[in-house]
Structures are given as C-alpha cells and as structure tokens.
C-alpha cells in the first residue's frame, strides 16, 4: 500500500507549522497565518519578473516575518515573567543600569 504524504508549503516549512511544543492552539493559529503571508510572497517573488532590488527586499521580508512570528510565539507561550526576570534582562541591554533582584 502507498502511503501518500503532503508536502510542506515554503510557509509552512519556514515556519515550522508542526513543530508545537506546548500544543497551544494560539501558536498553531499563528503559525498558519504565517505561513500563509509567506506563501504569498513566494508566490509573488516565483511568478513576478526578478532583479537583484525584489531579490533583496524578498529575503529581508521573509527574514523580518519569521522573526514576527517567533516573537508572538515566544509572547503567547511566556509563562514566568518577573520584575526580576525584567531588570536581568534589562541590565544586558543596559549595563548602565545595574538594578539586580
């Protein structure tokens, strides 16, 4: 028996639409929208003329999207924040500020 299996979309595979650790219906939501956007333009960047400029402007775009969608990941699945959690971080990007818990 053949056993037939679906091919991941350039979205979904850039995205990594399956990969859900935490089993979130919201991430699982995100992710497809995501993934839907980047289609889009993959389908616009394959069937449109290309030049070096919509080359470029293609790969930011689908750099700068996949960078959105793992921070509304990261967002939707951070579970312990802290004031303290906060200033730690804080104090790497700003080591003028020193203020540990």
Do not use: W
């Not at 919201?26 to 919509?54: D, G, P, T």
């Amino acid at each position: 028996m053949i056993k037939e299996h679906k091919v991941p979309t350039f979205g979904e595979q850039l995205v990594g639409v399956d990969f859900n650790p935490s089993g979130s219906d919201e991430v699982k939501e995100v992710k497809q929208k995501f993934a839907e956007i980047a289609n889009l333009l993959e389908k616009n960047y394959r069937e449109n003329n290309r030049h070096a400029l919509k080359s470029l402007l293609f790969d930011h775009a689908v750099g700068e999207l996949l960078n959105a969608q793992m921070n509304v990941v990261k967002l939707l699945t951070l579970k312990h924040y802290t004031e303290c959690t906060f200033n730690l971080v804080h104090s790497f990007i700003s080591p003028i500020s020193n203020s540990f818990c």
